[in-house]
């Protein structure tokens, strides 16, 4: 079901301020509002204030179907996904919704099914019908030939965030996940743990990929080999993780950390331990990724990498609608957030 996301301010039914309003507040022209508005150049950073005062005073809410006729937009985006991390698309869908409200757009958003072969004539009818001025998808579908072919030839505009195929194709916004992986695994290193594990992400996810590529480098790097046995799927959900999670700690050498793909299954692995009987992170480090709330509010607090989700999200927006820089991609840096979650190896368990 197609929901449009929008706020609202709770206060009693009153007049409807309009642009003349706003512009006999100011003391400007109803042109010099209008550019305001439209975030265009060339207003003085005095009048530029007024303005925007006026505008909240008088709550003012530009009217989307006037301004799409003079201007041939929507100030409609639609945002396509199909993602097992209820945590992660929370972020992603907070980052559009606030950047679109900064913008004076409104967030169209999609769930959907990743492997629905009638996805290209859903996402081409759905642009059409409601004459988005652009489409955002997230992974898996970033990364669907077929998606991209019919997206092109209906010459709607299109970001992707993180794809991994033909990232060049098309605007995208992305980090360096490989890079972010290699810093979990030498955090580990650093604090002497040697028995290592992992749970990966979905394998239709890019992410996952370079997630395990470069934490299985920097852990070679530090004359670390993790072996099959330790390195299990998870798919990005809490229950992928918790099952992985069981059978690593079942192990005779179970691992002493371990590094999961994202947060859900960070917090799963949190969980099995609990259900062991293993404290962490006395028994058992714990390393997740992405920093989404579930990070924040679980006990104790992950140490996690800080995927900045929402800024991907909001630069997708930028990208967009022409705002900012004008280059066809964006490459947002990442953090390791060192909580309670990890600590020093045992010695007993080494």
């Known amino acids: 079901m197609t929901d449009i996301q929008h706020s609202g301010n709770g206060r009693a039914p009153q007049r409807v301020a309009t642009i003349f309003d706003v512009a006999r507040q100011a003391g400007v022209s109803t042109k010099t509002v209008s550019r305001v508005l439209n975030n265009e150049a060339r207003v003085a950073e005095e009048t530029l204030a007024r303005v925007r005062a006026a505008v909240a005073d008088l709550d003012y809410r530009p009217n989307p179907n006037a301004r799409s006729l003079a201007g041939r937009r929507s100030y409609l985006i639609g945002l396509f996904y199909d993602n097992p991390s209820s945590n992660y698309m929370a972020d992603i869908k907070a980052g559009a919704i606030r950047r679109c409200q900064e913008k004076g757009y409104h967030l169209l958003t999609e769930p959907c099914e990743a492997d629905d072969p009638s996805l290209p004539r859903l996402m081409v009818g759905v642009a059409t019908r409601f004459r988005l001025d652009g489409l955002i998808l997230t992974p898996p579908i970033v990364d669907r030939k077929d998606v991209l072919d019919a997206i092109a030839a209906a010459n709607v505009p299109l970001v992707r965030i993180a794809p991994r195929l033909e990232p060049d194709?098309?605007?995208?916004?992305?980090?360096?996940?490989?890079?972010?992986?290699?810093?979990?695994?030498?955090?580990?290193?650093?604090?002497?743990?040697?028995?290592?594990?992992?749970?990966?992400?979905?394998?239709?996810?890019?992410?996952?990929?370079?997630?395990?590529?470069?934490?299985?480098?920097?852990?070679?790097?530090?004359?670390?080999?993790?072996?099959?046995?330790?390195?299990?799927?998870?798919?990005?959900?809490?229950?992928?993780?918790?099952?992985?999670?069981?059978?690593?700690?079942?192990?005779?050498?179970?691992?002493?950390?371990?590094?999961?793909?994202?947060?859900?299954?960070?917090?799963?692995?949190?969980?099995?331990?609990?259900?062991?009987?293993?404290?962490?992170?006395?028994?058992?480090?714990?390393?997740?990724?992405?920093?989404?709330?579930?990070?924040?509010?679980?006990?104790?607090?992950?140490?996690?990498?800080?995927?900045?989700?929402?800024?991907?999200?909001?630069?997708?927006?930028?990208?967009?609608?022409?705002?900012?820089?004008?280059?066809?991609?964006?490459?947002?840096?990442?953090?390791?957030?060192?909580?309670?979650?990890?600590?020093?190896?045992?010695?007993?368990?080494?």
């Open 169 to 350: 194709r098309t605007a995208h916004v992305h980090m360096d996940d490989e890079a972010a992986a290699r810093l979990a695994a030498d955090h580990l290193a650093d604090l002497g743990h040697k028995r290592l594990g992992m749970i990966l992400g979905h394998p239709d996810h890019g992410a996952a990929e370079l997630r395990q590529r470069g934490f299985l480098t920097a852990a070679a790097a530090r004359g670390l080999t993790l072996s099959p046995a330790h390195i299990l799927p998870g798919d990005f959900s809490f229950a992928g993780g918790f099952a992985a999670a069981e059978q690593l700690l079942a192990l005779p050498d179970r691992p002493t950390a371990i590094f999961a793909g994202n947060d859900d299954m960070a917090a799963a692995t949190v969980a099995a331990a609990n259900k062991h009987g293993l404290q962490v992170p006395r028994d058992l480090s714990v390393v997740g990724f992405d920093d989404s709330p579930i990070a924040r509010v679980i006990w104790p607090p992950l140490t996690t990498i800080r995927q900045p989700t929402m800024g991907m999200a909001a630069a997708a927006v930028d990208l967009l609608i022409g705002d900012g820089e004008p280059a066809p991609d964006r490459q947002l840096g990442f953090e390791l957030m060192v909580r309670q979650s990890t600590g020093p190896v045992a010695h007993a368990s080494t």
